[in-house]
């Protein structure tokens, strides 16, 4: 992992902080092509109702309908937290290449159940139990305080299920 890895990390925490001001969960990632282009970004978007709204889901989808296998295969994930086996699959399966990612499934599991957080539906498992063939990189130790705060905040912070729930948001 170089500068420029990281320069593409901190602008996934950004997008997740975006989320966070928007009332989503904090997760955000962005697609750079071989030649450093980034080619599109985007951060969770689950308070619409769709759980499925992962940005990663969201850019696979989107390398899929935009780009040729050649250049998928040479494009870059990067991302605010680990995927998930939803979008490690569809990562894999649009034929995507590396994935970057700032802080692992492994931290953010520990994270919620510090925060007493309900496990989600699907089972965490790291993304080369899902995509075997995906070259991975993280976590990038220096952003784990950011994001971990990011999750703190949604949690804790006014985005409660209890406060979701009195103030009219979808419960998360
Ligand atoms: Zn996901």
Redesign the pocket.
């Known amino acids: 992992m170089d500068e420029v890895d990281l320069r593409h990390l901190r602008r996934c925490v950004e997008l997740a902080a975006e989320a966070l001001e928007k009332g989503d969960e904090p997760?955000g990632s962005v697609l750079v092509a071989e030649d450093g282009t980034v080619l599109a970004e985007g951060h969770n978007e689950v308070a619409s109702g769709d759980r499925?709204r992962?940005?990663?889901?969201e850019l696979a989808r989107w390398a899929a309908a935009h780009l040729t296998p050649a250049e998928r295969a040479a494009a870059t994930v990067y991302t605010s937290g680990e995927?998930?086996?939803?979008?490690?699959a569809a990562h894999a399966w649009v034929g995507l290449g590396r994935i970057v990612y700032a802080t692992s499934s492994e931290q953010l599991s520990a994270w919620l159940a510090e925060l007493d957080v309900p496990p989600p539906p699907v089972r965490t498992l790291p993304i080369r139990d899902v995509a075997p063939g995906v070259a991975v990189e993280g976590p990038a130790d220096e952003l784990a305080g950011q994001v971990r705060e990011l999750h703190r905040r949604f949690h804790r912070g006014g985005f409660s299920p209890a406060r979701c729930r009195s103030g009219g948001r979808p419960s998360v």
């Open positions: 997760f499925t992962h940005p990663e889901f995927h998930c086996p939803m979008c490690a």
